[in-house]
């Protein structure tokens, strides 16, 4: 029993941060914050963290392990490469677009404070996603394409690095109540990036 509490107050701790993070930035927040937001003694929260930057890391970790189960693996038992690289785009905005996952707008704004060991661990994770892109692109741009040139000018590792920054840069300038809505959202960027692989 005391081991799930230990783990629920880590949790909190972390939605917590992520908050405050999106809010005020990480530079902004201190842990005087983050205890004081959880009405916890600094005490408290050196109990479960031992620093900002581990907090930090454990919000990014999540955020891809959020990608990995809301975005991967869906996509993975998907056979057709086009209607892979269809979904992915659907869900990786859907993912970057909802409200309660915070951590991933912390990971999009604020990499660059953590120290170099923590920011290779989650470099790594990325990388991967990039290479799992990368490979789809490449299988995708191998399926015949009636009326399109024969030869694929972009790369895919252009392609790759072109729709992740698209993509993870939404969250600074959507808003719910604008004209851009997600569902208007998806097609147009679906077909921004296709239709980009054949040119």
Do not use: C
């Not at 990480?26 to 009405?39: E, H, I, P, R, W």
């Amino acid at each position: 029993m005391a081991r799930e509490t230990l783990v629920d107050s880590r949790q909190e701790i972390l939605r917590t941060a992520a908050r405050l993070f999106q809010q005020r930035g990480y530079d902004a927040t201190s842990m005087n914050d983050v205890a004081a937001a959880l009405k916890l003694s600094k005490g408290g929260l050196y109990h479960h963290f031992q620093s900002k930057d581990e907090i930090l890391f454990e919000i990014m970790n999540h955020a891809m392990e959020i990608t990995q189960e809301r975005v991967l693996n869906p996509v993975r038992s998907i056979a057709d490469p086009v209607e892979r690289l269809r979904a992915l785009i659907r869900l990786h905005i859907e993912v970057v677009l909802s409200p309660r996952d915070r951590e991933i707008t912390v990971m999009l704004h604020e990499n660059h404070p953590l120290p170099p060991g923590l920011r290779k661990r989650i470099n790594s994770r990325k990388k991967d996603y990039i290479h799992f892109l990368e490979n789809l692109i490449t299988e995708v741009q191998s399926q015949p394409q009636p009326s399109h040139h024969a030869k694929n000018k972009v790369s895919p590792r252009a392609a790759a690095f072109a729709l992740l920054g698209m993509i993870n840069w939404i969250y600074q300038w959507y808003k719910p109540e604008g004209e851009l809505q997600a569902e208007n959202l998806i097609p147009q960027f679906t077909d921004l990036i296709l239709g980009g692989l054949f040119v």
